[in-house]
C-alpha cells in the first residue's frame, strides 16, 4: 500500500470536506451515545456507521487489518461531532483498499487477509473466537425430529426442505464481532451438492430421488474462522401403492364392500443404505451356437439381468480392485467350455469372470440328467430336444461361483484340478476359500460410478448344452457408504372417494354407484409421514334388464292369455313354469314371475298375475 502519511492524508481530507459538507443534512441523525474520539473500532457496531461501513467491512475482514481500523478512526477523529460517516467516504475507504464486495473474488479477498501477516507493513489476524453452529429447528420446515441421537427431516416427494441454522458464540465481541448475518455458510445436501449463503442462515432444497441424505451445516465468520459441522439426516417418503387387483363388474343397484388394504397392495416405503445387491430368480441360459447355421440351435444365447445401487453418494467412483468384495452366481450349465461371463458397469467398463474356451467338458453345478446318473458324454443327449425351450429342459442344482481380488483364490474358473465326477468345486462362501480370480481384473473397472445399473451377461458360444443361473449378487464394500442406516415409512390410514363410496368400518369401504358406466374412484393412503398418496381406478357398472311384465291380465276361462314381452333381445328369460322363452301362454288363473339375465350377468325379476272369470250363466230373455 501507498505511504501511511499520504494514505491517512488523503482520508482526512476526505473525511473533512464530505462531512463539513453534509453537517446539516446529517444533524437530525446524531447518535450521541458514539464516542469519535475512542479509537476503538468496535464502538460504532450499534451505531449508524455499522449499516454503512460494516456491512461491507465486517463481511471481508477489512476491521481485522490495524491499517484498515486506523483510517476509519481517523476519519471519525476529524469529523464535526454528531456527523455520521459518508456513504461516500466509506465507498473510498473500501475502494482504495481494493477488498469492496463485488470487485474482487472471495479467493482475492483471502489471499489479503493471510499474505506476509508478519511483516512490517501487515498484523496477524486477530485470534479466533469460538462459534458452534446448531440448526435452527423452531424455523425448519418441517420442524425436525430427534431420533437416537440424530436430527430427522422427514419430507414428502417433490417436497422441498428449509435448513435453518444459528450459532453460538460465547466470546462474542471480545476481538470481532459474531453474528448470524455476518457468517458465510456451507451447506451439504447429501445428493453431490453443496451451496453457499453469505449472511442468510437459511437454505431451500429440493431433492430428485426418494431415499436419504446425511446433510450438514458448517459457518465461517468474519475472521475466516470455522465452526463444527453440525450434521442431520433428511428422510424422504416414496409412495407405499404397489399394485391393484382390478374389481369385477357389479349390476346397478347391488353394492360392494372393499377392504382397501387389501384391493391394493400396500407396502411401507423402506429405504436402506446397502452395498449388496442380489438378483434372485431362476433363469434359463439357452443353448446356442454362433458358429452354425443349424436351425436346431438357438440365436447366440445371452442371460442379461440387473442390479441398481443408489446408497452411495453421487460421483463416487470405484477406486480400487478391493472395492468389489466378490461377484457371485448361483448356477449349473452342462458345458463350461461354451460359456464366458462379465460384468458391466454402470458407465459401460467391462471386466471378463470368465472366458469362453476354458473349462473344456467339465460341467457347473449339477446338471438335470446329472442326477440320472448320465456320463458327461452323455450330457448333450440329455438337452437335445430343443435347446431353446426351457419346458424341455428342466433346471439341475446350481453351485455357488464366486470371484474376488481380494479374498483368497485358487486361480481362474475353468483351469482346476476337476473334483469328483468331473465337476469344479463351488465356492464355500461361509469359510471364505474357493473365490476365483477374474479372467481379467477389476482393474477395468476402477472409475466406474458405484450407482447405477451393473449388469451381468453370461453367454453360450456353443451348441448342444444348455445351464440355468438361480441368482447372482455384487458385493461392494461397505466402507464406501456415507454411512449404514434405513428406515421405514409406516402407513397410517387408507380411504376411497367416488360414487356411492362411504365408510363402513375400520378400513371398511362400501361402493353402491348410483350410474352405469364406468365409475372412477380415487384410492388414498396417509403415512407416518404425514404425506398422502392417491391412485385412481375404476369399477365397471352394468346396466339392470327392464323385466317389467305390464299389469294383471284378466280373460274369461276357456280363453288364453299370453305374458311376457321381447324388451330384452339377447336375454336369457326364465319362468316359474320353467318355460325360458320370453313370453308364456297359460288358460289358467295364477300368479306368474319372470327372471331375465343380460349379457352381463345382471339380472331382474318381475311378477304379473293372470285372473280368468266363469262367464255369468246365460239369461233367458222372456217374450210376453
Not at 437530525?28 to 454503512?52: A, C, G, M, P, Q
Not at 440387473?306 to 480392485?321: A, E, N, R
Request: aromatic share 12%.
Amino acid at each position: 500500500m501507498p505511504d501511511k502519511s499520504f494514505y491517512y492524508f488523503f482520508i482526512f481530507l476526505l473525511g473533512l470536506i464530505v462531512s463539513s459538507a453534509n453537517a446539516q443534512e446529517t444533524a437530525s441523525d446524531t447518535d450521541s451515545s458514539i464516542n469519535y474520539f475512542k479509537t476503538d473500532i468496535h464502538e460504532l457496531e450499534s451505531s449508524y456507521v455499522r449499516n454503512l461501513f460494516f456491512e461491507k467491512a465486517y463481511s471481508i475482514g477489512l476491521y481485522t487489518n490495524d491499517d484498515i481500523n486506523q483510517a476509519a478512526s481517523t476519519i471519525l477523529l476529524f469529523s464535526k461531532y454528531g456527523t455520521k460517516m459518508d456513504r461516500r467516504i466509506i465507498d473510498s475507504l473500501v475502494n482504495y483498499c481494493r477488498l469492496a464486495d463485488n470487485q474482487v473474488t472471495e479467493n482475492e479477498k483471502l489471499q489479503y487477509l493471510q499474505q506476509d501477516q508478519h511483516g512490517s507493513n501487515k498484523r496477524p489476524k486477530v485470534p479466533c473466537q469460538n462459534l458452534t453452529v446448531f440448526f435452527d429447528t423452531l424455523n425448519c420446515i418441517p420442524v425436525p425430529t430427534v431420533e437416537d441421537g440424530y436430527l430427522y427431516f422427514n419430507i414428502c416427494a417433490g417436497d422441498s426442505v428449509k435448513l435453518a441454522a444459528k450459532g453460538y458464540y460465547p466470546q462474542n465481541g471480545t476481538n470481532y464481532t459474531q453474528h448470524d448475518t455476518l457468517n458465510r455458510y456451507t451447506w451439504t445436501f447429501g445428493d453431490g451438492l453443496t451451496s453457499y449463503t453469505e449472511g442468510d442462515p437459511f437454505i431451500y432444497h429440493k431433492y430428485t430421488t426418494n431415499k436419504g441424505y446425511d446433510i450438514s451445516v458448517t459457518i465461517r465468520d468474519t475472521n475466516l474462522c470455522m465452526s463444527n459441522t453440525r450434521a442431520a439426516r433428511v428422510r424422504i417418503a416414496g409412495s407405499p401403492i404397489r399394485s391393484f387387483s382390478p374389481l369385477e363388474p357389479i349390476c346397478l343397484g347391488d353394492s360392494i364392500s372393499l377392504t382397501p388394504s387389501k384391493v391394493f397392495q400396500v407396502i411401507p416405503f423402506t429405504y436402506s443404505q446397502i452395498s449388496s445387491q442380489r438378483y434372485d430368480s431362476t433363469t434359463f441360459i439357452p443353448d446356442s451356437d454362433q458358429n452354425t447355421s443349424n436351425p436346431n440351435y438357438c440365436p447366440p444365447g445371452h442371460y442379461v439381468t440387473d442390479v441398481i445401487f443408489s446408497s452411495f453418494l453421487p460421483g463416487q467412483t470405484i477406486t480400487s480392485t478391493h472395492d468389489i468384495l466378490s461377484i457371485c452366481a448361483e448356477m449349473e450349465h452342462g458345458w463350461m467350455g461354451d460359456i464366458d461371463i462379465k460384468i458391466i458397469c454402470p458407465n459401460g467398463q467391462t471386466a471378463q469372470l470368465k472366458s469362453s474356451g476354458t473349462g473344456g467338458s467339465k460341467y457347473l453345478g449339477e446338471p438335470a440328467c446329472w442326477f440320472t446318473g448320465c456320463s458327461i458324454a452323455d450330457i448333450r443327449a440329455c438337452d437335445n430336444e430343443d435347446h431353446c425351450d426351457a419346458r424341455l429342459n428342466p433346471p439341475g442344482r446350481g453351485w455357488n461361483y464366486c470371484w474376488s481380488e481380494l479374498y483368497p483364490t485358487v486361480g481362474q474358473l475353468g483351469n482346476q484340478t476337476t473334483i469328483g465326477t468331473n465337476q469344479i468345486d463351488s465356492t464355500h462362501v461361509i469359510a471364505g476359500t474357493g473365490y476365483f480370480s477374474p479372467a481379467v481384473s477389476f482393474t477395468n473397472l476402477i472409475g466406474c460410478p458405484l450407482n447405477g445399473l451393473w449388469t451381468i451377461d453370461i453367454t453360450d458360444h456353443a451348441g448342444a448344452d444348455n445351464g440355468y443361473i438361480f441368482a447372482w449378487e455384487l458385493n461392494l464394500d461397505p466402507a464406501l457408504l456415507p454411512s449404514n442406516w434405513t428406515y421405514v415409512v409406516a402407513v397410517d390410514d387408507y380411504s376411497i372417494t367416488g360414487p356411492g363410496a362411504s365408510p363402513s368400518g375400520i378400513d371398511q369401504v362400501t361402493i353402491k354407484p348410483t350410474s352405469t358406466g364406468s365409475n372412477e374412484y380415487s384410492y388414498f393412503v396417509e403415512d407416518s409421514f404425514g404425506c398422502t398418496w392417491d391412485t385412481t381406478f375404476n369399477l365397471m357398472v352394468n346396466p339392470v334388464p327392464d323385466p317389467n311384465l305390464g299389469p294383471d291380465k284378466e280373460a274369461c276361462n276357456g280363453e288364453t292369455i299370453t305374458l311376457g314381452n321381447n324388451n330384452c333381445p339377447g336375454c336369457n328369460h326364465l319362468w316359474n313354469t320353467g318355460e325360458i322363452t320370453p313370453t308364456i301362454n297359460t288358460t289358467g288363473s295364477g300368479i306368474f314371475w319372470r327372471t331375465i339375465t343380460n349379457p352381463q350377468n345382471c339380472h331382474a325379476t318381475d311378477t304379473i298375475q293372470a285372473i280368468f272369470h266363469t262367464p255369468p250363466p246365460p239369461a233367458y230373455i222372456k217374450h210376453e
